[in-house]
């Protein structure tokens, strides 16, 4: 088939920087409020508010179908990614990936850290770190000249070579005008495959890595993601642009 990538233009390129800058900002503000004791729809009423504060909206807010109905993805221990923000009260020994969007003078934000609340077993422990590497060597594979599966391959056998799984059914994806655009990023595949990556390209890598099984289940709500085995599950993301220079995080 075809594909329509959208090659950015350097002032396009600072203006998702921007929007990245901001997400990145709020994500360390959640992070700072991340404590046993408080909701996730304390943390997403906070992220809201600085995300206006700072002249941008929301980017997840009303996207998609159904509309997803939060600022923030909120995800903890079992759920993968895109749970809603509700009233459960976060626990030590818990982790919650959080995934933020932002949309401002056009372009979007979109990145993600899963948090540790207070002390985690260190099998969790293990999944953050290696999840957290395993988006580092994706985007070490982030270069012109590269396939998108050089990407794929370096997150796969990363995650896999340290006993974790890597989840099929969600990819990364390009960024910019829209949230999702082409090409996809799947965290497994084959280097050498998929499209070229060329100067201009901005894509989000977004491993999800699950401590058992690949699988995961979708939920009634039309959103939330779980593991099959409900074992926990971590999520990183980065927007990195592609330069001649190398990857641009
Ligand atoms: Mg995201
Ligand atoms: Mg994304």
């Known amino acids: ?11 396009e390129v600072e203006l998702l ?3 990245n800058l901001l997400v990145s900002a709020t994500l360390a503000e959640v992070g ?3 404590r046993p004791g408080v909701t996730t729809k304390e943390l997403d009423a906070l992220a809201e508010e600085f995300i206006r504060s700072h002249g941008a909206v929301p980017g997840f807010l009303g996207y998609g179908n159904p509309p997803f109905p939060a ?11 895109h749970g809603i923000p509700s009233g459960y009260v976060l626990k030590n020994g818990d982790i919650v990936s959080v995934d933020c969007g932002t949309v401002m003078k056009g372009f979007y934000g979109d990145s993600a850290y899963t948090f540790a609340v207070g002390e985690v077993s260190s099998e969790v422990g293990k999944l953050l770190q290696v999840t957290k590497e395993a988006l580092y060597k994706g985007v070490a594979q982030a270069k012109a000249g590269n396939r998108i599966g050089d990407i794929s391959a370096a997150v796969q056998s990363y995650a ?6 890597v989840v099929r059914e969600l990819v990364g994806h390009g960024l910019g005008r829209n949230m999702h655009e082409e090409p996809e990023v799947p965290n497994y595949g084959i280097r050498g495959r998929g499209p070229i990556l060329k100067e201009g390209m901005v894509i989000c890598i977004e491993p999800m ?3 058992g099984t690949k699988h995961v289940v979708f939920e009634q709500d039309g959103w939330t993601v779980c593991t099959r085995d409900r074992k926990p599950s971590a999520h990183f993301e ?3 642009a592609i330069t001649k220079d190398g990857p641009d995080v």
Do not use: D, P, Q, W
Request: aromatic share 8%; hydrophobic share 40%; with cysteine.
């Open 1 to 11: 088939g075809t594909t329509m990538i959208h090659l950015k233009t350097k002032e």
């Open 17 to 19: 920087r921007e929007n």
């Open 209 to 211: 890595i699950n401590m």
């Open 160 to 165: 896999e070579s340290n006993g974790f799984s």
């Open 32 to 34: 700072r409020h991340v």
């Open 71 to 81: 600022t923030l993805c909120m995800s903890v221990n079992e759920y993968v990614v």
């Open 238 to 240: 980065f927007a990195v």
